[in-house]
C-alpha cells in the first residue's frame, strides 16, 4: 500500500492540461524528444569509449586498506587487498570508492558525476592514487570495404560486448577466453586492412578512416608481439596501455550509419576553427590570471581547497586551479584560505624556505576580485562561446540536412562509384549505368525501370560506349534540383571539389550521346526492318514471274522479270545461270537485257525448277528445292 501511495506524487501533473502555458512547455519537450535522443545517443556513444577506458586503467585500483577509525596504511605495510585482508584484524578493512570504474555501469555513473562537475574531484583523486593497472587489450581493425561494412559493426558490436562483460574478480578461464577472442579479432582485422592495401594501393591511404584502422592494426600487432619488451625497456607500462587504448576509437565508426548523428557531427566539425580560436582566448585569459595569482597568492595557507597538487606556487599549479575554477567546481575552497587575514587564521611572519616571502596569510580584497572577474570572463562568457557556436553551427547543419542534396548525398554516390569503378578511371560503362542509378541511396537514386529516364537525360559518351562520373552527377543532381540559377554555381564547385580529389582528370571528347545513341538503334532497327520487307517483296516478285513463266511454257509473249538489275537479280544470275551468261550480263550495264537472254536465262532455270515428267501432269506438286534454291527462295 505504502509503495501505491507513492503514485499520489504524481497529481500534479493534471495541472498540465489545465494551464496553456504548462501545455505549451510539455509540447515542446515532446517535440523536441528525437533531438534529445539523437544527442543521447551521442553522448552515450562517447561515453561508453571513456568508460572502457576506465574500465581498463581502473578497475580495481579504487580501493584502500583503512581501519575503523578511518586511519589510511602506507604503501609499504599494504599492498593490495588481498594483504589488508591478511592483516587479521577487525580494525583493518578494505574500503573502495562508492563510484568508480569497475565496470562499465559503474563507469557511466562516474562519467555522469565528471560531466555536471559535482563530485569529479574526488574521482580524480582516486585516479591519481591508483597504482598497478592490469591492461588487458582488446584490438580491432575495422576498413572501409563497402561489401565488408555489415560484418565489420556486427564485428564491433561483439567485441564491445566482450570488453563490457569484462569485470575485476573474473576468473582466469574467462580471462583466457577473452584473450583468444581478441587475438581473432585481431587476426581478422589485419586481414581485412591487408586485402584493402593490396585492392586499393596507394589511394588506401586518401581516406582518414583507412589511415586511422592502419594505425590501429599497427598498434595493435605492436602490442601483441613487443608489449613486455617495450614495457620493460623503452617506456612506462601505464603510458604504453594509454596508447593502445586508441583502439576503443573504433566505436565511432557505428555513427556513420545515422544520419541524424552525422548532423552533430559535421556541426562539431564546422566548429572546430571558432572553437580553437576561442580556446586560445581562454588560454590567454588563464596565462595572465595564472601570472598574477603567483604573485599574489603563492605562499596562502594549504586548507580547504589549497593543497599540494592545487596551488599557486608554480605556474602549471596556477593553471590546474584556473581551469577547475573555469569548470565552476570547487572554486569556493581555493578561495576560502585566500580570505584569511586575521592572526586567528593564518601566520602573518611564517617563513618561507628559499625566498624572503613570510606570512601565509591572503588579500580579501584582491582575492575576490580576481576570482570574481576570472569567472565572469572565462566561465559566464568564454565558456558559453562554446556552447553559442556549437549551437550556431547546429542551426545552420540542420538547415542544410533539409536541403534537397547534402554533402553526405555526395559522399554516397563517390562510394557507389568505387563499386562500379575500382579502377579509378573516372568511366563506367553504358550498360552498367541502370544498375549503377538503381544502388545510389535517395535521393540521386532511380529505381529500376529506369532505362527512358536515363535515356533522356541525353549523357555524352565516349568512344567504348563509356559515361564519365561528373557527367553522371550533373546529370542526376540537375534531375533533384531542377532548372536553378543555383546549378551553375553548384556544378562549379562539384567539379572543384572532384578536381582536388582527383588531381589526374582525364580529358576526353564525346561522340555521342545516350539520346543520341537510343535514336541510332531505332533508325538503324527501322532500316533493317523496312529493307528486309524489301527483300520479301522482290523475292515473292520473282517467284511469281517464274511461276508465270512455268505456266506459259513457252506459248505466248512472256512478261519481262521483275528485277533485272540490283541484289536479287544478282544472286539469281550467280546461283543459276553459266558463268559466261553472268559475264555478258555484267558487261552490258549500259542497256537493258534483250528479250532472248531473259527468256534463256529463265528456260535453263525452268529445267532446273521443272523435272522432266512435269510435260506429262502439270498439276502434280514441284519437288523440294535444293539447299541453295531453298536460301534464294
Known amino acids: 500500500m505504502r509503495v501505491l501511495r507513492t503514485f499520489r506524487a504524481l497529481r500534479p501533473l493534471r495541472a498540465v492540461s489545465r494551464f496553456a502555458g504548462i501545455r505549451v512547455v510539455v509540447n515542446a519537450l515532446i517535440g523536441a524528444i528525437p533531438s534529445i535522443m539523437n544527442v543521447l545517443l551521442v553522448c552515450l556513444i562517447f561515453w561508453l569509449i571513456f568508460s572502457i577506458m576506465g574500465v581498463n586503467l581502473f578497475a580495481g585500483k579504487f580501493g584502500r586498506c583503512v581501519n575503523r577509525t578511518g586511519y589510511i596504511h602506507n604503501v609499504s605495510m599494504v599492498n593490495n587487498k588481498t594483504e589488508c585482508l591478511l592483516l587479521n584484524d577487525s580494525q583493518f578493512y578494505w574500503s573502495k570508492v562508492k563510484v568508480n570504474f569497475d565496470n562499465v555501469g559503474a563507469g557511466y555513473l ?35 570495404k563497402q561489401a565488408f561494412d555489415i560484418i565489420i559493426m556486427m564485428l564491433i558490436i561483439l567485441n564491445m560486448i566482450t570488453m563490457m562483460v569484462e569485470t575485476d574478480e573474473q576468473p582466469k578461464s574467462m580471462e583466457a577466453i577473452l584473450n583468444k577472442i581478441n587475438l581473432a579479432f585481431i587476426v581478422i582485422f589485419s586481414a581485412e586492412c591487408l586485402m584493402k592495401i593490396t585492392a586499393l594501393r596507394c589511394y588506401f591511404f586518401t581516406v582518414s578512416w583507412n589511415i586511422f584502422d592502419f594505425v590501429v592494426v599497427i598498434l595493435s ?21 594509454v596508447i593502445r587504448l586508441a583502439r576503443i576509437g573504433r566505436v ?7 544520419k541524424g548523428i552525422r548532423t552533430l557531427l559535421f556541426a562539431l566539425m564546422m566548429s572546430l576553427p571558432a572553437l580553437f580560436n576561442i580556446g586560445l582566448l581562454l ?28 596551488n599557486f606556487e608554480t605556474f602549471a599549479n596556477s593553471m590546474i586551479c584556473l581551469f577547475q575554477i573555469t569548470t565552476s567546481a570547487g572554486w569556493d575552497g581555493l578561495l576560502s584560505p585566500i580570505l584569511n587575514n586575521s592572526p586567528q587564521e593564518c601566520d602573518p611572519n611564517i617563513p618561507h624556505t628559499g625566498t624572503a616571502a613570510r606570512g601565509n596569510c591572503g588579500n580579501p580584497s584582491v582575492g575576490i576580485t580576481f576570482f570574481v572577474t576570472y569567472i565572469i570572463i572565462s566561465f559566464l562568457i568564454v565558456v558559453n562561446m562554446y556552447i553559442a557556436i556549437i549551437l550556431e553551427n547546429f542551426s545552420v547543419a540542420t538547415e542544410e540536412s533539409t536541403e534537397p542534396l547534402s554533402e553526405d548525398d555526395f559522399e554516397m554516390f563517390y562510394e557507389v562509384w568505387e563499386k562500379f569503378d575500382p579502377e579509378a578511371t573516372q568511366f563506367i560503362e553504358y550498360s552498367k549505368l541502370t544498375d549503377f542509378a538503381d544502388t545510389l541511396s535517395e535521393p540521386l ?24 562520373c561528373l557527367d553522371i552527377l550533373f546529370a542526376f543532381t540537375k534531375r533533384v534540383l531542377g532548372e536553378s540559377g543555383e546549378m551553375d554555381a553548384l556544378k562549379q564547385q562539384m567539379e572543384e571539389k572532384f578536381m582536388m580529389a582527383n588531381p589526374s582528370k582525364i580529358s576526353y571528347e564525346p561522340i555521342t550521346t545516350t539520346l543520341r545513341r537510343k535514336q541510332e538503334d531505332v533508325s538503324a532497327t527501322v532500316i533493317q526492318r523496312a529493307y528486309r520487307r524489301h527483300l520479301v517483296r522482290r523475292q515473292v516478285k520473282q517467284a511469281s514471274f517464274l511461276y508465270r513463266q512455268i505456266n506459259a511454257d513457252g506459248h505466248g509473249e512472256a512478261d519481262d522479270p521483275p528485277e533485272k538489275e540490283g541484289l536479287i537479280a544478282a544472286m539469281m544470275k550467280e546461283n543459276y545461270l553459266p558463268e559466261m551468261e553472268i559475264m555478258e550480263t555484267l558487261s552490258s550495264t549500259s542497256s537493258p537485257p534483250s528479250y532472248d537472254s531473259v527468256t534463256r536465262a529463265t528456260s535453263d532455270l525452268f529445267q532446273v525448277l521443272i523435272p522432266e515428267s512435269r ?10 528445292p535444293d539447299r541453295d534454291r531453298e536460301t534464294f527462295l
Not at 229 to 238: A, G, L, N, R, W
Open 110 to 144: 562516474a562519467l555522469l558525476q565528471v560531466a555536471t562537475f559535482k563530485g569529479w574531484m574526488e574521482i580524480m583523486y582516486a585516479a591519481v592514487d591508483s597504482r598497478g593497472n592490469e591492461l588487458q587489450g582488446f584490438f580491432f581493425d575495422l576498413v572501409s
Open 445 to 468: 537514386r532511380i529505381a529500376k525501370p529506369n532505362k527512358i529516364k536515363l535515356i533522356s537525360m541525353d549523357l555524352p559518351m565516349v568512344s567504348g560506349d563509356k559515361i564519365h
Open 221 to 241: 600487432i605492436v602490442g601483441i608481439v613487443l608489449a613486455d619488451i617495450i614495457e620493460k625497456y623503452f617506456v612506462s607500462p601505464t603510458l604504453f596501455r
Open 252 to 258: 565511432l565508426r557505428l555513427i556513420r550509419g545515422a
Open 283 to 310: 588560454f590567454l585569459v588563464m596565462f595572465i590570471y595564472a601570472i598574477f595569482g603567483m604573485a599574489n597568492f603563492a605562499y596562502v595557507k594549504k586548507q580547504a581547497g589549497i593543497d599540494d597538487m592545487f
Open 615 to 624: 510435260n506429262t501432269d502439270l498439276c502434280e506438286p514441284l519437288p523440294p
